[in-house]
């Protein structure tokens, strides 16, 4: 029911029977999905059901047991992160994952995509084109007016929107979010949500969220995660409505 | 505004300049040519404690076996002085002239191959810098690409300092041993023992910190600097950026191997001789010592931390012998209690704002807005 036979090649990101075993116990189990060019992808799940795993073996945090991912056609099972990274995939950490002793334009420039070998580092310079990107996105994550303060100064909300303009100005093809709302405020919800709506253009995105509002406002398609296996996967509407989603995870 | 900080803004300057003048012009008028030697002395350890700044301050790698590398540049630099004073003319009592005698000592009839290269002082300098590198280039492979980092990076340097340390002294033979490399006496021809050598040796010494010092500031200006401070907050964001932590960590692992190795060259021809006692754990872990107390985030606190903690030793060491290392021990608890940024730290705090103001008062009335960007776009140190 969630493998639809032989995949096309023109999946942007292929996972499957995607493997791995902590001592024995299967956080990820034969795990298969595929995200296309352009999709905005959401997963949902109770606790533990293994969603932030699934990010951490793609992005190559951990190392998968069995299985494969592919990422336009490349196995990323076997490079290391930065590898990962520099074929196109970005990771937002679920806790907000920013410098805090640098300041904002210092945060967005370490991320800027240039100068990332050590020889690199040494001779990079900090050009009109640095300057102009890293005031461009300061504007889009709101925080244009406080680009030479330390990063530590921030509220909890700035510095998701921090990290999130790191992983713009990155400019991955897949841009993997995980939980981008929690704990915020009603009225950093909004704004989070504005935000994330100019940058998932032109982008594939995996986003894990619980909350359902905000799912249904940005999914293009769900899956549901429960005890490292797909529970149902397919559209809001669809998924919402699947007796077993409601039993093990809306239902509470 | 100005966005970006060329490699040396106008406190590193003033800075660097304050230093300088102490160095070059305030020490050597000062004190007389014993004093002078001995602070030259001195400040062949605070090669090693700007190395530190970087690796451990910045980069938050805490190496307790920089004493490693400076015996590599001490070694190094005592081996080529040491085949210099062999000559066949000087050692024609051996039973083997033309070896070190410790070596004639030691029954070994041949000098050993790894002494070859140091005939040549091009060849001996080139090794001076080449050697520590690749030394750290091994040490800090075999680790960081493992991921192996803080308390378990320590607790291996420190092992490979003691290692490092019973080898130099069960070699005899080819080491000199215990007593280390000694009864060395010219450098290309140039008597290193008298007073005019000694005080050109200071000149040398000074110059060649303020140039490891200016490179220094140059890294920390660079990316590269704003990258070792992001990876040691947040290693994980680094690497998820798309940059490999362990090439950086390697990176600065070298550099201060390679500081600490032209400091342990300038020991050697300062006070001529090497030996293991400033290669094992206590003399590497003074050394961070001396960082700490100098500020692990300051590079010019590195300078006067090294200094300061060495005056102290000299003349307390001199009247009570045995109290020292309590109230060394006493110093670097007290340092990261009380000023986990040590002087630099004080400094920052407690002499700098004063001075800031002062400064300021005056043209306030003009430029009050100017003076608080400048307070909000200068990193604090």
């Given at each position: 029911m969630t493998t639809i036979g032989t995949p096309p090649k023109d999946y942007l990101l292929a996972v499957e029977a995607l493997t791995v075993s902590f001592d024995g116990f299967k956080?990820?189990?034969?795990?298969?999905?595929?995200?296309?060019?352009?999709?905005?992808?959401?997963?949902?799940?109770?606790?533990g059901a293994g969603k932030t795993t699934v990010l951490d073996l793609i992005c190559g945090k951990t190392k998968a047991t069995a299985g494969s991912i592919?990422?336009?056609?490349?196995?990323?099972?076997?490079?290391?992160?930065?590898?990962?990274?520099?074929?196109?995939?970005?990771?937002?950490?679920?806790?907000?994952?920013?410098?805090?002793?640098?300041?904002?334009?210092?945060?967005?420039?370490?991320?800027?995509?240039?100068?990332?070998?050590?020889?690199?580092?040494?001779?990079?310079?900090?050009?009109?084109?640095?300057?102009?990107?890293?005031?461009?996105?300061?504007?889009?994550?709101?925080?244009?007016?406080?680009?030479?303060?330390?990063?530590a100064f921030l509220s909890h909300g700035q510095k998701q929107w921090l990290e999130i303009g790191m992983l713009l100005i990155q400019?991955?093809?897949?841009?993997?979010?995980?939980?981008?709302?929690?704990?915020?405020?009603?009225?950093?919800?909004?704004?989070?949500?504005?935000?994330?709506?100019?940058?998932?253009?032109?982008?594939?995105?995996?986003?894990?969220?619980?909350?359902?509002?905000?799912?249904?406002?940005?999914?293009?398609?769900?899956?549901?995660?429960?005890?490292?296996?797909?529970l149902s996967e397919g559209s809001m509407q669809k998924v919402k409505t699947d007796p077993k989603v409601v039993e093990v995870y809306l239902g509470h | 505004m100005k966005t970006?900080?060329?490699?040396?803004?106008?406190?590193?300057?003033?800075?660097?300049?304050?230093?300088?003048?102490?160095?070059?012009?305030?020490f050597p008028a000062l004190l007389?040519?014993?004093?002078?030697?001995?602070?030259?002395?001195?400040?062949?350890?605070?090669?090693?404690?700007?190395?530190?700044?970087?690796?451990?301050?910045?980069?938050?790698?805490?190496?307790?076996?920089?004493?490693?590398?400076?015996?590599?540049?001490?070694?190094?630099?005592?081996?080529?002085?040491?085949?210099?004073?062999?000559?066949?003319?000087?050692?024609?009592?051996?039973?083997?002239?033309?070896?070190?005698?410790?070596?004639?000592w030691n029954q070994i009839t041949e000098l050993p191959y790894f002494w070859q290269p140091f005939h040549s002082l091009p060849l001996t300098i080139l090794l001076i810098i080449l050697v520590p590198a690749f030394f750290a280039f091994v040490i800090g492979s075999a680790m960081f690409k493992r991921r192996v980092s803080g308390v378990y990076f320590a607790i291996i340097t420190q092992a490979i300092a003691a290692i490092a340390t019973i080898l130099i002294i069960g070699q005899q033979?080819?080491?000199?041993?215990?007593?280390?490399?000694?009864?060395?006496?010219?450098?290309?021809?140039?008597?290193?023992?008298?007073?005019?050598?000694?005080?050109?040796?200071?000149?040398?010494?000074?110059?060649?910190?303020?140039?490891?010092?200016?490179?220094?500031?140059?890294?920390?200006?660079?990316?590269?600097?704003?990258?070792?401070?992001?990876?040691?907050?947040?290693?994980d964001r680094v690497r998820f950026s798309g940059y490999s932590v362990a090439n950086f960590q390697i990176f600065v692992f070298c550099l201060a191997g390679v500081f600490a190795a032209l400091g342990g060259a300038m020991f050697t021809l300062q006070v001529g001789f090497m030996s293991p006692s400033l290669v094992g754990?206590?003399?590497?872990?003074?050394?961070?010592?001396?960082?700490?107390?100098?500020?692990?985030?300051s590079l010019f606190g590195a300078i006067y931390g090294t200094l300061a903690v060495n005056f102290a030793k000299t003349s307390?060491?001199?009247?009570?012998?045995?109290?020292?290392?309590?109230?060394?021990?006493?110093?670097?608890?007290?340092?990261?209690?009380?000023?986990?940024?040590g002087l630099a730290g004080i400094w920052n705090d407690y002499v700098q704002p004063p001075i800031d103001r002062a400064l300021k008062l005056r043209p306030k009335h003009q430029g009050d807005d100017v003076a608080k960007q400048a307070a909000s776009t200068a990193p604090a140190e």
């Open positions: 956080a990820v189990n034969d795990l298969s999905f595929y995200v296309d060019e352009n999709e905005i992808r959401v997963i949902i799940g109770p606790n592919r990422f336009r056609g490349a196995e990323l099972t076997k490079m290391s992160e930065s590898q990962i990274v520099l074929s196109g995939v970005g990771r937002k950490f679920q806790t907000p994952s920013i410098y805090d002793d640098l300041t904002i334009f210092e945060n967005l420039e370490i991320s800027y995509p240039k100068g990332r070998s050590v020889w690199g580092a040494l001779t990079f310079k900090r050009d009109q084109a640095v300057r102009d990107r890293v005031e461009e996105v300061s504007e889009i994550i709101f925080l244009k007016d406080k680009l030479h303060e330390r990063a400019d991955p093809e897949l841009l993997m979010l995980d939980e981008p709302v929690a704990g915020m405020s009603v009225s950093e919800r909004i704004k989070t949500a504005e935000l994330l709506n100019t940058i998932i253009k032109n982008r594939s995105v995996l986003v894990i969220e619980h909350d359902m509002k905000f799912v249904e406002d940005i999914a293009h398609k769900v899956t549901v995660l429960h005890q490292g296996k797909i | 970006a900080p060329s490699f040396l803004n106008r406190r590193d300057m003033l800075a660097l300049a304050v230093v300088a003048a102490l160095l070059l012009i305030v007389d040519g014993f004093r002078l030697n001995l602070v030259g002395k001195y400040l062949t350890y605070a090669f090693v404690a700007v190395g530190l700044v970087l690796c451990w301050g910045y980069g938050g790698i805490l190496s307790l076996g920089q004493g490693v590398f400076f015996a590599l540049g001490g070694y190094g630099m005592a081996m080529y002085l040491k085949l210099e004073a062999s000559s066949v003319e000087n050692t024609k009592i051996q039973s083997t002239p033309g070896i070190p005698d410790f070596m004639d033979g080819y080491t000199g041993g215990v007593n280390g490399i000694t009864d060395l006496r010219t450098l290309h021809g140039w008597d290193i023992r008298t007073d005019s050598a000694k005080f050109i040796l200071y000149f040398v010494n000074v110059v060649l910190l303020l140039s490891v010092v200016g490179l220094a500031l140059f890294v920390r200006a660079s990316k590269l600097g704003r990258i070792l401070v992001a990876m040691r907050e947040k290693e754990i206590v003399p590497s872990i003074e050394m961070v010592i001396f960082t700490a107390v100098g500020g692990r985030m307390l060491s001199e009247s009570f012998p045995e109290l020292w290392l309590l109230g060394l021990g006493g110093l670097f608890i007290a340092v990261v209690l009380a000023f986990p940024n």
